[in-house]
Nanobody, 122 residues
């Protein structure tokens, strides 16, 4: 069992930055691929980014590539999402999730946090 708690969301103007954090507890954190997903009002949840067990491999949705950076600190059991040059279309609830496979699709992720709201004003 892995418990995930996100933090760091808030209101920011377009062009601004935010860093989301996700604290994990429970089973061995380094055994899990960590992902960030988001869900905007009226839309389906979508993939944002993921990071491999050691942090050496990352993957991003095209919509955030070059603006968002995912990272992890296994010693602290933390995963981060640094978001820069935010756009109004980035407004969503952001969730972190954990799975044992880097190839897992969103529906396959085993553990989810409760989400943190990010609102980008124009």
């Amino acid at each position: 069992q892995v418990q995930l708690v996100e933090s760091g969301g808030g209101l920011v103007q377009a062009g601004g930055s935010l860093r989301l954090s996700c604290a994990a507890s429970g089973r061995t954190f380094s055994n899990y691929v960590m992902g960030w997903f988001r869900q905007a009002p009226g839309k389906e949840r979508e993939f944002v980014a993921r990071v491999s067990w050691s942090g050496g491999t990352t993957d991003y949705a095209d919509s955030v590539k070059g603006r968002f950076t995912i990272s992890r600190d296994n010693a602290k059991k933390m995963v981060y999402l640094q978001m820069r040059n935010l756009k109004p279309e980035d407004t969503a609830v952001y969730y972190c999730a954990a799975d044992s496979s880097f190839q897992a699709t969103m529906s396959m992720y085993d553990y989810w946090g409760q989400g943190t709201q990010v609102t980008v004003s124009s």
